[in-house]
Nanobody, 116 residues
């Protein structure tokens, strides 16, 4: 079964860092455009970052520019989101999405809580 699994979330103090992972099973992530999204309680899901399949060009939400880096490890079939200088407003469930033509896969999400 095709699957995306996020991991790496947790509780971190303001100013701390986390690295989220998005691992794929039964399909190769390197052919897909990958996006990270987040959804905070009572808010709509929003895009955080993305990386293209063609040239690995990246995009970042203004709210997280300079604090996050998206990257791929094709050998591990995994995409990462390194998040630094985390703020309480970054608290949300973080999801990864893999998209190629009509193929559109979502993971189950990983909780990130930024609190002292």
């Amino acid at each position: 079964q095709v699957q995306l699994v996020e991991s790496g979330g947790g509780l971190v103090q303001p100013g701390g860092s986390l690295r989220l992972s998005c691992a794929a099973s039964r399909f190769a992530l390197d052919y897909f455009a990958i996006g990270w999204f987040r959804q905070a309680p009572g808010k709509e899901r929003e895009g955080v970052s993305s990386i293209s399949s063609s040239d690995d060009s990246t995009n970042y939400a203004d709210s997280m520019k300079g604090r996050v880096t998206i990257s791929r490890d094709n050998a591990k079939n995994t995409v990462y989101l390194q998040m630094n200088s985390l703020k309480p407003e970054d608290t949300a469930v973080y999801y990864c999405n893999a998209k190629l033509s009509l193929n559109d896969y979502w993971g189950q999400g990983t909780q990130v809580t930024v609190s002292s």
